[in-house]
Every structure is written in C-alpha cells, then in structure tokens.
C-alpha cells in the first residue's frame, strides 16, 4: 500500500514511440478546433496593435526614444512575440487536470503505463507545435506589415530563440500542472488560477518587458520565481538583449527551471497518490 497508486501498472520511463504519439495526439487535438485558433489568433493579433502603439509612446516619452534597453525595433517585436507566444507556452486556459481530478476520471490517468506528469507534457507539446504554426506566426506576420520589427543579428540567435520558447513551455507547463494539481486538495482551482493569471501577466514579461524595473527587482524576480523564465527569457534572446554569453546563461536558467518545475510536478503528483490510496479513492 505504500507504493504508488499506478507504480505497478506503468514503467519508470515512457518509451519514445509512446511520447511522439501523445505528442502528435495533441498537435490533432488542437488543430480540430479551427474557429477557436482563428478567434484566438484575432484577438492576439489586436491586442498587439493596442500593446505596441502603447509601449511606443512609453518610449517616445522617455526623451530619448530607449527604455530599459529597448529601443522602437526591439520594443515592436516583443510585443508582437510577446503575443505570438501567448498560445505557444499557453499561459491560461488549461484546465484539463483539474477537470478530471473533479470527476474522478484521473483514475484512469493513473492506470496508463506512462507517468501522468509524462503524459500531458507530451500531449501539451503537440498543442504547442500546432500553435507555433498558427498562433505564433501570423501574429510576427501582421507585426512586420505593420511595424518595423527588430530583425536578430546573430546566427546563433535563432536556434538558442527555440531551444529558449522550448524550455519556457516545459516551465510554463510544470506551474500550470502545480496548479491544476491542487485540485487533488482543494477541488476548486479557480482562486489558484486566478493568482496564476496574474502573475504571468505581471512576472513573466506580458505586460511589459521586466527590463523596465529597478535592476535589483529584476533579478530578484528572475532567481527567485519561474515566471521570467516562461515569456521574458525567450524575448530576450530573440531581440537580443545583452551579448551571446549573457543569453546563454539566461537559458541555462531556464533550463534548471524546467528542471526543478518537473522534479516538483511528480512530487505532488507522488503525494497526491499517496493521499488517494490512504482516502480510499
């Protein structure tokens, strides 16, 4: 009894072949639902013009047309990124652990030979390809119509750019599990996602770039919270914010996130069992 509700039923690995087919599960998934990826694509793409035109006349106020290290290239192109990546690192809307925790379906979950923090990753990084391919690039598309996008002068920026929005999907996906998986405990998450909402919104660089803040905040924020390391980080690389070493310290920090998000996402998730199995559940 004191081991895992489903350590008997699943590997301690899932295979290759099994995360590529929850992967491409997920890339299917999404792209069925056309008129939503269309509405979301819309929506981000005018909330774009809004945020741009915004950030824009914050630098034009500064006198000298430069905040934070941002110049109006720089400036245009993390909004329109900004707004592109919304729906590749997905910061709200997933719901769907807390949902099956409500109606008892995670048992099911738990009986697949694949660890459950396993299983949606895969699933969610088929979603994130389908809404790289949609999401992401119309948004980059209206903004360099429209705007005059800051275009990356380094070869090296543009593999280190999707390694970077990789690992900012693991980190995203790790607190969105952390808190779908309070669920197990509180039932209704709403209070947590709210919290959530807000603090991507804010930490992560979405309503304006982290840059802006006293430098001692910054980086307090940056060590101290996984947030940076979802939207900011990415940014970053991609305008270029600082020299070659600089942004590759600043994924290796995502990258010990990611790590640190997914080592907490099976130790609720191995607590959450224990929990079930001594309720009877």
Same mark, same amino acid.
């Given at each position: 009894m004191a081991d895992d509700l489903a350590s008997a039923t699943r590997p301690s690995a899932a295979g290759v072949r099994t995360i590529r087919a929850l992967a491409g599960a997920g890339f299917r998934r999404y792209s069925t639902y056309r008129q939503a990826t269309v509405a979301s694509t819309f929506t981000n793409s005018i909330f774009g013009f809004l945020r741009c035109y915004v950030l824009l006349a914050t630098l034009a106020g500064t006198g000298v047309g430069v905040a934070g290290g941002y110049d109006p290239p720089r400036i245009a192109?993390?909004? =329109? @990124?900004?707004?592109?990546? #919304?729906?590749?690192?997905?910061?709200?809307? =997933?719901?769907?652990? @807390? +949902? %099956?925790? %409500?109606?008892g379906d995670v048992m099911s979950d738990l009986l697949r030979p694949v660890h459950p923090v396993t299983g949606y990753l895969a699933a969610d990084l088929g979603r994130a390809g389908?809404?790289? $391919?949609? %999401?992401? @690039?119309?948004? #980059?598309? #209206?903004?360099?119509?429209? *705007? +005059?996008?800051y275009v990356p002068q380094r070869a090296l920026? /543009?593999?280190? *750019?999707?390694?970077?929005?990789?690992?900012? $999907?693991?980190?995203?996906?790790?607190? %969105? /599990?952390l808190a779908n998986a309070a669920a197990y405990w509180l039932l209704d998450v709403r209070g947590v996602n709210?919290? =959530?909402? *807000? @603090?991507?919104?804010?930490?992560a660089g979405l309503a304006f770039p982290l840059h802006f803040l006293p430098s001692w $905040?910054?980086?307090?924020?940056w060590v101290a919270t996984p947030f940076p390391s979802i939207l900011q980080a990415p940014l970053d690389v991609l305008v270029e914010w600082g020299s070659p070493a600089q942004l590759m310290a600043v994924v290796a920090g995502q990258a010990a996130w990611a790590a640190v998000m997914l080592a907490l996402c099976r130790l609720v998730q191995r607590r959450a069992e224990r929990k079930m199995v001594i309720q009877g559940g």
């Open positions: 192109t993390y909004c =329109w @990124a900004s707004q592109g990546l #919304i729906g590749v690192v997905l910061l709200w809307g =997933w719901n769907d652990l @807390a +949902d %099956r925790i %409500r109606s389908y809404a790289a $391919l949609t %999401r992401f @690039a119309v948004p #980059i598309l #209206i903004g360099a119509i429209f *705007f +005059d996008l920026t /543009y593999p280190l *750019f999707v390694l970077s929005v990789g690992l900012g $999907l693991v980190v995203s996906f790790g607190v %969105r /599990y709210m919290v =959530w909402a *807000f @603090a991507t919104s804010v930490l $905040l910054v980086w307090t924020v």
